[in-house]
């Protein structure tokens, strides 16, 4: 056995105030007894350290694998407070370190490194990075430093403003005009108008153009730009826009010093575009007029004034020429609210919780850079995104919160993910999932098995953890027309938020009646899931959304998230019944350090202790499976928790055959056999290109859990694709044991082709006038429905992504439709046309035509041959 000669070194560096970026090390105030640098070592002769440290005790951040959530570690050592050379019995070396020049506390708060060797001082390395929580004296010779890691920092609020502009899936939303969320890659939508120089250099006005700010396109002052503005007043009349029923004014006119326009409390900007430049600018005021509507009122927008920002701020930009010809939209820029929530994804968990902990949703810097950073263990992200691939994530929030919090809600516990802080302070992320890879994890055995006395073992089973069910709490999105919200708004603001959606819940449970289970009598275990959503339009839709990045062949397919989700949260109830199913079994047992240094929590290890009892053998000792939870330090010893995994034997594979896929609906089945044990079967499912003959390694997502033998439903697939397909066991808890979930197996063959719909074709459109013109195009798929969707300007890629833009259905067959409300006269349209089947989800690509609307509408002619009768008497 390897001798360890273990040595420690610490380090405590100088506050931000001192210097922003910590990295210099502290030094006593000027009046102190001595000026050396806090840096001590349990060694002696160790350059630049004094030799006053004991060895350190404590505990890592420990991990909840049902929470998901992690607690902060906290780490003690006690420091020799020598006295210092040459001086009275009451200068002492710690002491010196109490109080800074002013009498305050000195050390709190202050970043402290701790590094280790296990050699004797001949190499070092990173053992706990921190912040100190406390010092005391428990002796008149020993202080203690209390280090606290710095997890704590992950408590930072974050959708505080607008995300940084490198996090392309997210936005914040347009508050005018209002639009529903569009899909990945959309744009916003936009005014136009013409630009007004104001006498003073730094402001100007827009003139909206009143062809483009109706109702119909969202251009009303709704519920989102209210909230945010300053102030709002009733004006008078405008005689440069004619005489109205009266205006609105919103936000107010604030001036720095140096005579800039700021947004300031307004917390929206303004986004211009025109020929050949854009730019971002304040808004000091919007001004809008009441307009009657079929039923009732709403006000409109007609002019707002705009100011520079400073130079070197974000977005800052010269004006546009006087005259000039604009788009525009206002966006918020403010802390994230019911009524201006943020939109985010869909985008990979793990993206997302990396930008986060990148700063790129804390609050940014006046030129958009990022302020503050957690460090991150890319090496870990990237082995996870290798060997998992993950539903996206598509959030909403509704207020600022805490990053810890989101993380845990929208990314931990519905992906069965955890994190620990490692010893330089970086968080590392795990996967808790069970799999057969884990039979060959490395062993702990007596041998390596600290000697047993008080406190080194430690065994419990619990009740308190039974699950009867799991219930995910998951949400199904529709995106409303916006005219459907004006006109059901309240006046005179409409009462819709920004980017309106209404949201219901999307339920999945997951019970288990299972002999012990029901014994048990365990709870409905509930995970929320506000990241898992899925989208419908007024059809009543599952939109496909991207689901699948393939990196091989660089391109990202579309599936129906409704159906990933119920897959996904049915993977999810069978992992956690195994671990928690009748009840958790934990065991804690002290190690040699030479052999279990190396094992921190979210590590699986099979375990063979002789202290503890195998629910498999119903004896003591015998090998387990264990997922470490805690770590205590204990000098040459480590404390380590495990909770029981099961037995680490490998269930037998189940048997695929037969896999189909249905021409028309999408739909794919294959058949399935359950091992003789009948263990579940958990299902998977990829995406390629017809092309691909060689089994992905990437891009597998969970299909769904087959319970029972026979054909099984795997989620819908789009059309032209090759559908992969691949199978393990998954052991449940039967009576006291449970097995490793088998290794994968495939049908033959292990894919099958989705097949291919065909769009519409040769769409036109004629007879054009100021507010109508004629729809129509060659049918590619008869016996589907046909979409109409429509948009101002021309069409660019995934514009149509937005079901907002959806303005009929019509009947499998038909070839025409007569397009009414255009924004007339001389206004740019866009019109796409695709075939959809509402019980599958799948729809056609998209056949678009762009146009612009003339300036008077086709007259009828007088009807000939008729005569009016005489009333009847």
Known sequence: MAHLQPAYRLTVYAPRSVDATEATVLTPAAAAPHAEPFQIATLRGLTGYRPYLLPPSGRRGGFDPLTKRVDSGEMTFQVFDKRTEDGTNA?????????????????????????????????????????????????????????????????????????????????????LPVQV??????????????VVHDTAAEFFRIDLDMKSATKESGNVVSRGLDSLCIRTGRGGYSSAHGVVNGYDQRFAENINPAGVARAGPSKVRARVAWSGGSGEYAVISVLSTQKNGNTSYYYQPFTMKLGQYAPGTLG?????????????TLIADAPASKDAPHMIGPVDPLTLWQDILAGKFSRLAEDGSVRETFPANTAAFTALAASRSFIPLTAVPTKPEEARAFIESHILRPYHLGYRLSASGEVVPFDCRRSASLASATALTNDDAAPLRAGAFGWTQDRSDALSSIRVEAFRDEAPQITELIENGSRPILSAPAGAMKSDPLTVIVADFTPRAIDVTGKEHVVDAPGWRARQDLLGKNVFQTILTILTDGFSAASKPEEAIFAASSALAAQLRGLFGAGSTTMHRAFRRVSAGDVYPGMWRRLSVDEAPNAATYERGGERLGLCIDRIEEGPFVGLTFLDGGYSSVAVVPSLATLTIDGVTGVPTVTVTRNAAGDRIVLEVALTNQSTVVSPTTGWIDGGVATADGVFTLPTAPAGMRLWVRAHSAPEATDDDFQLPSAVVAPSPAYIDTGVLTPPSSVAVTNIGKTVADLSWTVGEPSMLTEIMLSTGSYSSELFDDPGLQIAVLPAGSTSYRLRGLDGPSVAHSVGVRHVLPASGRFTAIATADFTTGTTDPQLPRPAGLAIAAPLT
């Open 316 to 328: 800052y930009a010269t004006r546009p020429a006087n005259g000039a010809t604009v788009t525009v």
């Open 91 to 175: 200068q002492r070396w710690l002491t010196a370190f109490a109080g800074d020049g002013d009498g305050r506390p000195a050390l709190l708060n202050n970043r402290v490194i701790v590094e280790e060797s296990l050699d004797g001082g001949a190499t070092w390395a990173a053992f706990f990075v921190g912040r100190v929580q406390s010092l005391s004296l428990d002796a008149p010779l020993i202080g203690t430093l209390t280090v606290r890691d710095e997890s704590e920092r992950l408590d930072q609020q974050i959708f505080v403003g607008r995300p940084h502009a490198s996090c392309t899936y997210a936005k914040a939303q347009a508050v």
């Open 181 to 194: 969320p569009g899909g990945p890659g959309s744009s916003y939508r936009a005014m136009q108008g013409t």
